[in-house]
Structures are given as structure tokens and as C-alpha cells.
């Protein structure tokens, strides 16, 4: 017995001795630091002119163990741990009066030296700012059946002005709209009701339908965002579904045109009383186009109404994404359900009932952004080397 276990100590030795003097040997072949750190974490490099250097058995190696070299080279010199070093580390601090950007992550550039089969840990500090800006985009539906809401949207941007001024004093609000697509069988073809499709009854500012309209950009000023909202006419269309995809894409999208500020939280509230043309729908008009998720406004208007189809349910997803833009829908109740089973498609998102007071909406809105800002997402890019992997660890403190 006691020679088995002598035998088996004794093989596993050899190998152990046969794996260090291959280990060596592969180090000692290399020729360059850069192929001698990228071989194996077992070598290391030694920066030092090789005249100036006790050899080891009459030869010196740059390339060789760690052990190896710390006997033939100064450690001062020896090249093999993995390190990193900051770039920049702005303090953390609060944007101020709009002059300067909130700093909530530092450091902000890291360069990092990283060898084969080898980790480097990155200590990274994250604070919420205070009044962080907050951009809030109102998508209504002006279809003739939305006229009473209409007054409702004018006056909710006051009361949530106010809101939300307990929460950030960096807040704006901005306004567009939209009903469907011009073109038959969406509206009527007679040339009279194309030019105005509301009802006979209706006396008041109507115009023909259209696909997008900007009225209003970002802004602070709530009056204003009274009056244009007061002051767009509105519109008419045959089928019940609205083109109120067609209008989410360009608001994404149109970055200058909105006006969104590239350090803000974004929402969208999309109002409506009616369901949703999606893609594949443009057929019925002839229009085979597919949406191209581009910006095409002129005059504030969407040029390309009838000549692409409406975007598909996964491109105004992605590019909420893609934008960080939240959206909520804010919608009659015969159309709860429907924008329900929307929400779950499209992440973030939520829905809530139009009421008549809109006080649910204020409330919806608020929570929301609370939400959003109570959470922190760290995110890698997509281009990051072949072999090399982030990981975050969080070490959060109450």
C-alpha cells in the first residue's frame, strides 16, 4: 500500500516537473513582450538590456517564468501583472443651472493593461444626481373623436408641471401629434371630405388628415405648451385604427426637431381613443415601402407619410431602446386591453386610463419616473474584443 501511494506521489511530481520545464520552454521562445505576456500567464518580460543582466546556466532569456526572472532580473523591471490607470475621474456632482452635465459614474476613462487567461478589477463609484433633466413628450391623437380630450391634455401639462417640480426642477415640456396616413382607404377619397373629414356638425378648425405633426419642442414654458396644444385643429379619418406608430418613430427619431437633450430621462405619453396601424397595413394603400426608422420631417411635418408603411411593433421597440426613451399610454378605457398586451411587447412601457380629471395620468407619469430613476442599468457595448469579458459586481450600501 505503501508503495502504490509512493508511485502515484511520485507521477504526479514528474508531471508537475514536466509541466514547469514545458511552461519555460514556451516562454523562452518568445522574442517580443507582446507575444511573450499574450503566450500564458505563467511568463513574464523583462524590460532591462540582457548585457546588463546576471544570466541563468550561461544564457538570458526576456521571455522566462516569473520565478526565473526574479533571480536574473530586477523586479522594478519585470513586466507580467495585468494593471490598470485612470484618464479621467471628474468628483461626482450635480448638473448646474444647465451650464454643465450632471456627473453620476466616475471614474469616466480607464485604460486598461490586461494579459491572457487574466482579470483586472475596476472600482467604480455611482450616485444619483439631483435634479436630473427630465424631457416629456405629449403624442395625442386628433382625430375628431379626441376633441374633449384635447382640453384635457391642455391642462394637464400645468398640473404636472407642478409635480414634477418636487421631484426635478430640470423638467420640459414638449407636444406633437398625429392622426393617419392621407390616402384611401384610411380616409375618404371625395375631394371635399379629404380636405375636411370631421363631421358636418363640427364647425370649429378641421383639417385633413396627416400623419405626424410637431407643434411644440422641448420647453419649459407651460403656457405656451397650453396654447399650442388649445390651438391645433383637429382632424378625421374612415377606419378606426390611427397611425400613432408612424408619429412614436419620428418622435424618437428626430432628435433635433423634439429637441431632446442628450443627458435627459425621456418619456413619451401617447394619448388615444383608438387602436393602431402597424406594418404590413400600408398594402391596403398601396404603399409596399418598408419604414425605414429614419427622421423625415420638413416644416415640422412627416414627409414620408404615404410613401413607407407604418413601423412594426419589434422597430419601435428596439429603438426605444436604442434612444432610452420611455413611453406611456394614456388611453380611453375601450382601448385598455388592446394597449395592455402592447406594453408587454415593448419593455418599459406601461398604460393607464384616461379619465376625465387626468389625475391617474399625473400620478402615472410621476411614478413612472421614479421608477426608472430608482434603478441603474450598466450596460457593455457590443464591440468589445473576441475573448475579453465585463462583469459587474455591485456592492450596494444602505
Request: glycine share 4%; proline share 4%; charged share 20%.
Amino acid at each position: 500500500m505503501l508503495i502504490k501511494f509512493f508511485l502515484i506521489n511520485l507521477i504526479l511530481f514528474l508531471l508537475f516537473i514536466i509541466h514547469v520545464i514545458n511552461s519555460i520552454e514556451q516562454c523562452n521562445s518568445k522574442e517580443t513582450c507582446s507575444s511573450c505576456l499574450s503566450l500564458s500567464n505563467q511568463c513574464a518580460w523583462c524590460t532591462q538590456n540582457s548585457t546588463d543582466i546576471a544570466t541563468r546556466n550561461g544564457s538570458f532569456f526576456h521571455c522566462d517564468t516569473i520565478d526565473n526572472l526574479q533571480i536574473t532580473c530586477p523586479d522594478h523591471l519585470i513586466s507580467f501583472k495585468s494593471y490598470h490607470y485612470v484618464l479621467q475621474n471628474d468628483s461626482l456632482s450635480n448638473a448646474i443651472n444647465n451650464t454643465s452635465q450632471a456627473v453620476q459614474l466616475s471614474p469616466q476613462a480607464v485604460h486598461v493593461i490586461l494579459r491572457i487567461n487574466d482579470s483586472e478589477k475596476i472600482p467604480i463609484r455611482f450616485r444619483q444626481a439631483e435634479d436630473y433633466p427630465v424631457d416629456l413628450y405629449f403624442l395625442m391623437d386628433l382625430s375628431h373623436s379626441m376633441l374633449d380630450d384635447k382640453e384635457k391634455l391642455s391642462h394637464l401639462g400645468r398640473i404636472l408641471a407642478t409635480k414634477m417640480q418636487s421631484i426635478t426642477k430640470n423638467f420640459r415640456l414638449g407636444f406633437g401629434s398625429f392622426v393617419d396616413k392621407n390616402v384611401p382607404p384610411f380616409v375618404q377619397p371625395a375631394p371635399n371630405t379629404v380636405e375636411r373629414p370631421c363631421p358636418t356638425s363640427y364647425s370649429g378648425p378641421c383639417v385633413k388628415a396627416y400623419g405626424f405633426k410637431h407643434h411644440m419642442s422641448l420647453s419649459d414654458n407651460v403656457t405656451e405648451f397650453e396654447y399650442q396644444v388649445q390651438e391645433a385643429p383637429v382632424s378625421g379619418n374612415i377606419d378606426a385604427p390611427e397611425g400613432g406608430l408612424d408619429a412614436i418613430m419620428q418622435a424618437i427619431v428626430c432628435d433635433d426637431v423634439i429637441g431632446w437633450r442628450n443627458d435627459s430621462r425621456k418619456l413619451i405619453v401617447f394619448s388615444t381613443d383608438a387602436g393602431f396601424h402597424y406594418a404590413g397595413d400600408g398594402r391596403l394603400a398601396g404603399i409596399v415601402e418598408p419604414n425605414d426608422g429614419e427622421c423625415h420631417m420638413t416644416n415640422n411635418e412627416y414627409t414620408h407619410s404615404n410613401k413607407q408603411d407604418y413601423p412594426s411593433i419589434g422597430q419601435i421597440s428596439a429603438k426605444l431602446s436604442e434612444k432610452n426613451v420611455n413611453i406611456i399610454f394614456a388611453v380611453t378605457q375601450s382601448q385598455l386591453a388592446l394597449y395592455q398586451t402592447l406594453t408587454e411587447l415593448i419593455d418599459g412601457a406601461v398604460v393607464g386610463e384616461l379619465k376625465q380629471d387626468s389625475s391617474n395620468i399625473v400620478n402615472l407619469i410621476s411614478q413612472n419616473y421614479k421608477k426608472i430613476s430608482s434603478s441603474v442599468m450598466m450596460m457593455v457595448s457590443n464591440d468589445l474584443p473576441d475573448g475579453l469579458t465585463v462583469k459587474f459586481t455591485p456592492d450596494c450600501q444602505e
